[in-house]
């Protein structure tokens, strides 16, 4: 399946912002939803948000909605994830996975859903918020 890396993390203060990248090594994008996760010191990977393979439509979990944003260039191969008004709960490292199927609501929150749409996990990319 296609692997994918996810860059732009880094040490940013409550309230502050980061855009998050995710580019694959050669293969192209746009044949695919691509989803974006996280995953806090102990805990689960949990959904953040999903963007449909033409761009055309997206989903944002709860917690971020409002706040997070996902888009995507497919000329430039490239999905972004904009975090705006981060929180300290936003720490955790961050993925981007190519997806089986199409991008939806239950995709991130539901695990067994994301567990099917997510084949493997690709380089992840920390982003902390302290002050």
């Known amino acids: 399946q296609l692997q994918l890396v996810a860059s732009g993390g880094a040490l940013v203060q409550p309230g502050g912002s980061l855009r998050l990248s995710c580019a694959s090594s050669g293969s192209s994008l746009d044949r695919y939803a691509i989803g974006w996760f996280r995953q806090a010191p102990g805990k689960e990977h949990e959904g953040v948000a999903c963007i449909s393979s033409s761009g055309i439509s997206a989903n944002h979990a709860d917690s971020v909605k409002g706040r997070f944003s996902v888009s995507r260039d497919n000329a430039k191969n490239i999905v972004y994830l904009q975090t705006n008004s981060l929180e300290a709960e936003d720490t955790g490292v961050y993925y981007c996975?190519?997806?089986?199927?199409?991008?939806?609501?239950?995709?991130?929150?539901?695990?067994?859903?994301?567990?099917?749409?997510?084949?493997?996990w690709g380089q992840g990319n920390q982003g902390t918020v302290s002050s």
């Open positions: 996975a190519a997806l089986f199927g199409q991008c939806s609501i239950e995709t991130l929150t539901n695990k067994a859903q994301t567990v099917t749409a997510v084949g493997s």
